[in-house]
RNA sequence: GGCGAGAUAGCCAAGCGGUAAGGCAGGGGUCUGCAAAACCCCGAUCCCCGGUUCGAGUCCGGGUCUCGCCUCCA
């Protein structure tokens, strides 16, 4: 057996993981906030996700998953030159702040399932939850750990000496950069709001204690994760930019209600970075699933896309990185289906035993999924004949990438029944050509055929067609 | 200004003290009328300078460069 080692942010090292209770795992993923698409980037990091939960289970802990999806907050936005993203897709879409998260809510779980990223256990909505999240801030507010200004209530950091212990920052020190700040009201530069004060126009709002009002941006993970996964459960995850606000908040607020640090293991995904450097929505240069698609890949590669880089270290996406992958994984495929074909090789057995291995280590030192790659490259290279289907099925409830189902390298051959009646005319010609020697013909009209999307090879006696992927 | 990550073959990248995984691209070969596909073979001493050690991409110190976060963002 390989233990299982995941690093952990709030300690800065890898520890060996197990659970609060024996056999199940509790976890919570920052969700997405639905007001327009998911970026590449977004994607890299519920695949991170997805890929921990897998590796969870296929160590034999049973996971309960729960995902937030933020369709409320920051409805007005807090710095006066912010732009208020929600409220630019109200006006872009002619759609009520409810139809807009729906929308991209649909998008979002189409998306990840286009991925093969499994679906939580547990997906929670914020606007189900405010009751929850209400219920919090009263506490925190009656224990002395918020207050209220004319604008809202806010978290009173001061209170919170172990404030920062997760991203290492200290307050003093972070001041001198920071944004400008805006509110005067607040006790402190970094205190943050736990619910807001709705103006009139305000279209999200509920009541309060407070009046009319919409909560904070942090509360919902506190509330949520509470709810479902109890005060303290085992792993908590998100991006590497969480780490400093919202993962810090979400602690003080959770830990001054129900004196824990509510996850045990806090887990962070590294950035995508387009082209070596930073992908924003502010900045304008991200891709979406459906940019992929379009240009013809299939979203399976950008899963195994994402496998070629540990999860805490940035991956550079490049067009070219990504074909890449699109072959790679396709001529994987192509090893694994036609091993499948195969029968039983003698000896085999232990070679596979050693691979499994190999691959348990790899994916149980936190997550190496490069690693766990490449023994599935050399176990492909090692000659084991239906062995390596069978390992290829096994690793298969960690990778998803389709290995035995998907489209390969080597697509089987078209039947002439298949193909369009132009085609098969050309085909006919081409033969005829052939047997006449006439060979500028013939690769006159292999290179048409090319174009129309098929590919022939030519055999002993006869040809055969594939179709051209993407 | 503060915090942090990283620099390994053309590209994407593993490696965590014992003489450099894997993929893609490229080159050579078998096969083919030529191709395609498949299969076989081929490539780096690891940013620079010191140090520790029998031995260092791998640890320590000092540089140089790149990137991220500190502001909604995974």
């Known amino acids: 057996m390989h233990p299982l080692y995941l690093f952990n942010t709030l300690t800065r090292k890898k520890e060996e993981f197990s659970p609060l209770e024996p056999g199940k795992v509790g976890m919570y993923t920052c969700g997405p906030t639905v007001y ?30 729960v995902m937030n999806i933020t369709d409320v907050g920051h409805l007005v936005s807090d710095a006066d030159e912010g732009e208020d993203k929600m409220l630019v897709a109200v006006g872009r879409e002619k759609k009520t702040p409810w139809e807009i998260a729906k929308f991209y809510t649909d998008a979002f779980m189409r998306d990840t399932a286009r991925l093969n990223i499994l679906r939580p256990s547990v997906v929670c909505y ?33 209170k919170f000496p172990s404030y920062g212990q997760l991203s290492g920052i200290k307050l003093e020190e972070q001041l001198a950069g920071a944004r400008v700040e805006q509110n005067p009201e607040k006790r402190h530069p970094a205190d943050f709001a736990l619910w807001k004060k709705a103006p009139k126009e305000h279209i999200m709002q509920w009541p309060s204690p407070w009046g009319m009002g919409y909560p904070g941006w942090h509360i919902e993970c506190s509330a949520m994760s509470r709810k479902y996964l109890g005060d303290q459960f085992d792993i908590h995850t998100g991006g590497v930019d969480h780490i400093p606000t919202h993962h810090e908040n979400e602690i003080a607020q959770s830990q001054c209600v129900t004196g824990k640090i509510p996850a045990r293991f806090w887990m ?12 924003s929505k502010s900045l304008g240069n991200t891709y979406t699933l459906d940019d992929l698609i379009a ?8 899963r195994y896309f994402c496998f070629s880089a540990h999860y805490r270290s940035h991956l550079n996406f490049t067009w070219s990185a990504l074909e890449s992958a699109q072959k790679g994984l396709r001529s994987l495929r192509a090893a694994v289906q036609k091993a499948a074909r195969e029968g039983e090789k003698p000896g085999a057995e232990e070679k596979v035993e050693a691979f499994r291995q190999a691959f348990l280590e790899a994916i149980n030192d936190d997550l190496n999924m490069p690693r766990a790659v490449s023994v599935l490259w050399e176990a492909a290279k090692a000659d084991l004949g239906r062995g390596l289907a069978d390992l290829a099925g096994d690793f298969e409830r960690v990778f998803a990438l389709d290995l035995l189902t998907g489209p390969a390298a080597d697509d089987r051959p078209l039947d002439i029944s298949e193909l369009p009646q132009e085609v098969v005319e050309i085909l006919e010609e081409r033969k005829l050509a052939r047997q006449a020697k006439d060979w500028a013909k ?6 048409k055929l090319r174009e129309m999307g098929y590919q022939v090879k030519d055999l002993k006696d006869g040809y055969e067609v594939t179709r051209i992927p993407r």
């Open 268 to 279: 962070h995904g590294e950035f995508l970075l387009v082209d070596g450097g930073k992908m």
């Open 36 to 65: 327009q698409y998911a970026t590449i980037g977004n994607m890299r990091s519920y695949v991170f996700a997805d890929i921990l939960r897998r590796v969870l289970e296929y160590n034999g802990y049973s996971v309960k998953m």
């Open 295 to 302: 240009r013809g890949f299939e979203p399976l590669a950008f």
């Open 126 to 158: 914020a606007t189900e939850h405010i009751e929850e999240m209400l219920e919090m801030v009263v506490d925190l507010v009656e224990k002395g750990y918020g207050y209220e200004t004319s604008d809202g209530i806010y978290f009173d950091i001061s």
């Open 442 to 447: 013939a690769d006159l009209l292999r290179e």
